[in-house]
């Protein structure tokens, strides 16, 4: 059963990390984690950016591995609306979290927001205090993101969202 399963998700993961493109052709997307990268260093350095242009932080945790992970980052970067809030309000990055790197600490650090599947966001303060962590099957629809529901999502855990209501 264990092995039928372990299949079963190898083959899904291998058959649905392209995308379709608008000539009805399927391109495999870009991978965005990088397995050498120490996640701690990455999320200070993200934090003292953050801290210095008055922005959140916007951890996407998960890996290439991951075909809605590499679809999110796709989507953050192609749809218009979602990448100008993300550009105007966080120091968006992917932290890796693989076989080959999982990053034991940084996921502490995040209080361990795999347990709500991958990808999942975690919104850092600029003093790297965690506010918020997402699941993103809420952000969903079909094969790919709902643009109202992560527009909406990110625009409740902005800097401004959050002064507005203290």
């Not at 796709?74 to 120091?91: E, G, H, L, R």
Request: proline residues 3%.
């Amino acid at each position: 059963m264990k092995r039928i399963l372990i299949i079963a998700l190898t083959l899904l993961l291998v058959t649905v990390s392209y995308a379709q493109q608008k000539d009805g052709t399927e391109q495999p997307l870009p991978k965005v984690y990088d397995e050498s990268i120490d996640a701690m260093s990455q999320i200070d350095e993200a934090i003292a950016r953050a801290r210095k242009e008055h922005k959140y932080v916007l951890c996407q945790v998960g890996g290439n591995w991951c075909p809605w992970c590499l679809r999110f980052a796709d989507f953050a970067t192609k749809d218009s609306v979602v990448s100008q809030i993300i550009a105007n309000n966080f120091i968006y990055i992917h932290v890796n979290t693989s076989r080959n790197n999982r990053n034991i600490e940084a996921m502490q650090r995040l209080e361990n927001p795999g347990r709500f599947g991958y990808p999942v966001f975690v919104i850092l303060d600029a003093d790297g205090r965690r506010l918020h962590t997402q699941n993103s099957s809420y952000l969903e629809e079909g094969k790919g993101y709902n643009q109202r529901k992560v527009a909406g999502f990110l625009n409740n855990w902005t800097e401004e969202a959050i002064r507005n209501i203290k």
